[in-house]
């Protein structure tokens, strides 16, 4: 049997009375491309947040290749190396070029030699198309380009899993696919992906398992070809509905949101 690369078990978590997360659990095996959806403020990115700590579970365990997370004993620095984060608003440095924003952590983080460094930067942003941007700062930059730097800056850290909250969320409609396509690539190489998105014609697409968060629980949790065509729950079949009628039957193209 093939172990979890990731596992969390039964996280809670509330901001003051209210509880955000009721008990949520999950197994990630390697190579596997999870799609969380679910209702705006139902959880879902304080769900990835928890999972490398950036927001502090109240309870419930998180395990990376067989390493408690959660154990105050474990380097959470060492463990933040080897999980990707991706945020729906770049979080990019605009005092640095995007290649100075891709080597920053090689350098500062992971010690690495600048010219080293440089050559493994460049080399990501080449794999994102970016080459030829190595030199321009954020403002120059299109969102999807941004987005896109960010990936990169991730992926040069040679994560063993990447989190993505909500990646298109804040791009103009014809920014989506770039980034979108992105991450198809980088599913396709194996890398295991737990994303957060309403891009419901991605998630069909390149999603392993779907999982539908509400009210701060797991409702339901299949491939997408179930989830979108025989959900077992009525709360995911309102869900999708609901969706269907903001959106269309076409959602995937005009699934835009912005939370800001
Ligand atoms: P989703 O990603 O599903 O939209 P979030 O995880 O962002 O949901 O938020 C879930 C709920 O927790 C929301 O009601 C939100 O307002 C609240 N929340 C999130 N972060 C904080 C915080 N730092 N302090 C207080 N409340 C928060």
């Not at 009525?234 to 995937?252: D, I, M, Q, V």
Request: proline share 5%.
């Amino acid at each position: 049997m093939v172990e979890p690369i990731l596992k969390v078990e039964d996280i809670h978590k509330a901001y003051g009375k209210t509880e955000v997360l009721r008990g949520v659990s999950l197994h990630v095996l390697p190579g596997e491309v999870i799609v969380i959806i679910g209702p705006s403020g139902t959880g879902k990115s304080t769900l990835l947040r928890c999972i490398n700590l950036l927001t502090p579970p109240d309870k419930g365990r998180v395990w990376l290749e067989g390493v408690e997370v959660t154990d105050k004993a474990t380097d959470i620095n060492k463990v933040r190396e080897r999980i990707g984060m991706v945020f729906q608003d770049f979080n990019l440095f605009n005092h640095l070029t995007a290649l100075q924003n891709v080597r920053l952590a090689l350098i500062k983080v992971k010690g690495m030699p600048v010219k080293e460094a440089t050559d493994k930067a460049m080399m990501e942003l080449e794999k994102v198309g970016l080459g030829d941007k190595a030199d321009n700062y954020p403002a120059e930059l299109s969102g999807g380009q941004k987005q896109r730097v960010a990936i990169a800056r991730s992926l040069a850290m040679e994560p063993k899993v990447m989190l993505f909250d909500e990646p298109t969320s804040a791009l103009d409609p014809e920014l989506i696919g770039e980034v979108l396509e992105v991450m198809q690539n980088l599913a396709e190489e194996g890398m295991t992906m737990l994303i957060v998105s309403h891009e419901m014609g991605f998630a069909r697409e390149v999603a392993d398992r779907i999982i539908f968060l509400e009210g701060g629980v797991v409702v339901e949790d299949g491939p997408p070809e179930q989830l979108f065509t025989k959900p077992q729950h009525p709360r995911t079949r309102e869900f999708l509905h609901k969706l269907t009628e903001l959106y269309g039957e076409h959602a995937e193209s005009r699934t835009r949101r912005r939370r800001r």
